[in-house]
């Protein structure tokens, strides 16, 4: 498997919020007034696969997943997505989360390879990133901790609801 690995850039997204009107300013005040509201639980996820995503021409995404369904990344952006569309009529897509996050990017290879050992992800903070497309950057405009009793902010982020950390020192 080739590919440079992202080792700064390691998160999972949850909820694409790219279709929301108004400017990142607006957008960051509505979101943490709706998210500050939230109960959203910490969790752990597990990733025991090495796995080529999505189709298309290479170069793709080399992500690492579970041979297990996790449900809670995409309880949450439920969560997430109810509190942004009784906000916001229109444009906030809802999909389901599939569990990946992406480690590199190159050529696709055939099935999943099983990871020597699982990696195991204490999933303790949620993110909303201005993701630069096309440019290795994300701009973080707030940050919410999961705890089970609630998300504050903490500081502020951009236009995509994300899971970071999965290698933070």
Do not use: C
């Not at 850039?9 to 509505?30: F, P, T, Y």
């Not at 995503?53 to 297990?68: I, N, Q, W, Y």
């Not at 990133?129 to 504050?152: C, K, M, Q, S």
């Amino acid at each position: 498997v080739k590919g440079e690995f992202r080792r700064l850039k390691l998160h999972m997204s949850i909820l694409g919020l790219a279709g929301l009107q108004g400017g990142n300013r607006h957008v960051v005040e509505v979101v943490q007034q709706l998210v500050g509201q939230l109960r959203l639980p910490s969790f752990e996820l597990l990733f025991d696969r090495f796995a080529t995503f999505g189709h298309g021409p290479d170069p793709r995404p080399l992500v690492f997943a579970s041979s297990k369904p996790a449900h809670e990344p995409d309880m949450l952006a439920a969560q997430l997505h109810r509190a942004l569309a009784s906000r916001w009529h229109g444009p906030v897509r809802r999909k389901r989360v599939n569990p990946h996050v992406t480690a590199s990017y190159g050529s696709a290879f055939p099935g999943m390879l099983v990871l020597p050992e699982p990696i195991r992800w204490a999933v303790s903070e949620l993110v909303l990133i201005d993701n630069w497309v096309g440019f290795p950057r994300y701009d973080h405009l707030a940050r919410w901790p999961l705890t089970d009793t609630g998300a504050e902010a903490t500081r502020r982020s951009s236009r995509q609801l994300v899971l970071p950390g999965l290698f933070d020192d």
